[in-house]
């Protein structure tokens, strides 16, 4: 139950967008469906001149989806950060990039939804969400720093390696497809990058290329600052 505590976390900021805006964004229509998405969010303005915009290429995007995704759908400043979400006929590639403060805000509400659904969750996992739940009780006006390195912690207790700063999970994108997304959080500031397309699975294969995608976007970002 406790599992991937980050990655459905950003998920609640990553697609939040990405059910609104267009009706032809077909791939992300029901991503309101997921437990921590927005049920009724408004539709996004359209900017590309957003700083999202400008953090993957047209050859990072072609690498995720495997063809031309070049259409800009939603662009909008969010929480202090910027989002950035591009449509092809089948595919649907986004970036959203915000101070881990701000991120940090929605984990207490996260861990409240898993708490309501662990009734049959391992002692093991059980003691992991009492844990994060202590880690964040504060997480209302943590720095960008204490969010990072909650980030870590959270990443930890989810079995990954000491000191984790990037993450990489299948989200559910409708009923029938999902979405990768990697999200990484370093020197204050979470970037994720979800991408989905037909039949996608998590593979070693797709989990290294959307780190390396994601790795640029970051360099690009802070060049930008």
Known sequence: ??????????????????CSGSDDAKPA???????TASATPSAPPVDPSQIACKMLTASDR??????????????????????CRWQAEAAVIQVTTLPAKEWAKSLP??????????????EADKKDLEAAKKLLSGAASFTDKQACQAFTTLAELDGDPKGTTTTVTAIPITDTESGISAQACEDGELTS????????????????????ILERAQKRYAAAQ
Do not use: C, H, N, W
């Open 1 to 18: 139950m406790f599992r991937r505590l980050v990655p459905v976390a950003a998920a609640a900021l990553v697609l939040l967008s990405a």
């Open 29 to 35: 229509a029901k991503a309101s469906d997921t437990p």
């Open 62 to 83: 072609t690498t995720l989806a495997g063809s031309a995704v070049d259409e800009v759908v939603a662009a909008s400043g969010t929480d202090g950060g910027s989002q």
């Open 109 to 122: 509400d996260v861990v409240k939804k898993i708490e309501s659904s662990s009734a049959a969750a391992s």
């Open 193 to 212: 990058v979800l991408y989905s397309i037909p039949g996608l699975k998590e593979t070693k294969a797709v989990d290294k290329t959307v780190t390396t």
